[in-house]
């Protein structure tokens, strides 16, 4: 079956700008994650969502960050007044059930979307 | 606060020698720990999780892990290095809340 997706694989933008990047899950999995991998670094968790809402935004480095789930798959991860060190690879995982205390859940990755902000 | 420490940035072996990759956690809570693999322009990929069912873990594709507590340590061992394990490895945490922290990762380098 598909895997998560995540357009565009590639995103080249100049500083100031607004982006949207898009995660489409596995069907039917309902905990949805966010990650920004900088070069050379482990994923550092964004935000999380169980079904639409976030449960946990904690890793959002600031308010022009900001990601939506409005149906409870697709996802959307928007970031506004774009800046060079945005730059990264941003990644979007999946889950059947939904993360939290003792929760062993596998999480299934997507590709990614390299950001570059020039 | 809760983190995830991979001790070694590098990893070289020789194709057939075993493998350890380190990982040590900190965390207030009895953690959920995995080890993802990324392959170049590929995506991460599951290798083997702890879920307190046992504490030596078997994975995928020969790899395992021994969970120890008294060591807060989750490393990941091979008896026999491939060609195919070059890749970068990541140690993973839930540690009682949503989040996941990853390690800085180790690249593994197999030599022929």
């Known amino acids: 079956g598909a895997g998560v997706s995540q357009t565009p694989s590639n995103k080249v933008t100049e500083k100031g700008k607004y982006v949207e990047l898009r995660c489409d899950p596995i069907s039917g999995h309902t905990a949805l994650y966010w990650y920004r991998q900088s070069l050379g670094q482990g994923p550092e968790f964004l935000i999380y969502f169980q079904g639409t809402g976030a449960a946990d935004d904690s890793g959002l480095p600031n308010d022009r960050f900001f990601a939506v789930r409005p149906e409870g798959s697709v996802s959307t991860l928007k970031i506004q007044r774009t800046e060079r060190g945005d730059s990264a690879v941003y990644l979007c995982?999946?889950?059947?059930?939904?993360?939290?205390?003792?929760?062993?859940?596998?999480?299934?990755f997507g590709p990614g979307t390299r950001l570059t902000v020039l | 606060a809760q983190s995830v420490t991979q001790l070694d940035s590098h990893v070289s072996v020789s194709e057939g020698t075993p493998v350890l990759l380190r990982c040590n956690y900190s965390s207030s809570y009895s953690p959920s720990l995995f080890w993802y693999v990324q392959h170049p322009n590929k995506g991460l990929q599951l290798l083997l999780k702890y879920t307190s069912a046992a504490t030596l873990v078997k994975g995928i594709n020969g790899f395992e892990a021994e969970f120890k507590k008294s060591e807060t340590s989750f490393h990941l061992t091979k008896p026999s290095a491939h060609m195919s394990d070059a890749a970068e490895y990541f140690c993973?945490?839930?540690?009682?809340?949503?989040?996941?922290?990853f390690g800085a990762g180790t690249r593994l380098f197999v030599k022929a």
């Open positions: 993973v945490a839930y540690t009682g809340g949503f989040k996941t922290i």
């Open positions: 995982a999946s889950s059947p059930r939904a993360g939290g205390p003792g929760a062993h859940n596998e999480q299934f």
